[in-house]
């Protein structure tokens, strides 16, 4: 259920690059939305993150939440909704980790002044992406916002968790995890950090 006041928008993208190159789209959206987040904080300066793959932090505390969800038309094009969630007045009772809300730190934070900045940096992103052509500036952009490179993280994956130090994220976007048996990749998981 939305809850009023929030941000809560959604995007369809019609064949947005040829299906290798859609993996790396969270990462799209992620940047876009920590940019437009970043934005509505003046004289605030890095304390917006990226948690991989695609949640926007302030301060460490979960402040914006992206879903893609892709599917085949009849016609053989690639559909690809991305759903963005933003805490810009109110945020969840209970969650399962820290949440915060944008109008905590930029007084008079409004959902449509965040949806207007959030549509220019969601086009600056795409145009950067290129269709997957551009996906190492992509990567390269969440690198430098990603939260908790070097911490130790638990990947949550449908029938497992793995427990390992997070080192970054590889060329592709895969999450890079040291573990007492080597280094794993993920292309997919709950990522929640050991405190």
Known sequence: MSERGNLYASL??????VQSQTGSLPLVAANAVERAIAASLPGLTRITSIKWPNDVLIEGRKVSGILLEAERLADGRL???????????????????????????????DASMLFARLFETMSEELAIWDKGAG???????????????????TVNLPNAQVRGRFSGIDDDGMLRLETDEGTRMFAAGDVFFDN
Do not use: F, K
């Not at 009772?93 to 008079?108: E, I, M, Q, T």
């Not at 996906?135 to 993280?153: D, L, N, Q």
């Open 12 to 17: 369809l993208l019609i064949d947005p690059a």
């Open 135 to 153: 996906v190492s500036h992509t990567v390269e952009r969440w690198r430098r916002a990603a939260h908790g490179i070097g911490e130790r993280i």
């Open 79 to 109: 559909a690809v909704v991305i759903g963005i969630g933003v805490n810009v007045s109110i945020c969840p009772d209970s969650a399962p980790y820290p949440v915060a809300r944008l109008s905590d730190y930029a007084a008079g934070a």
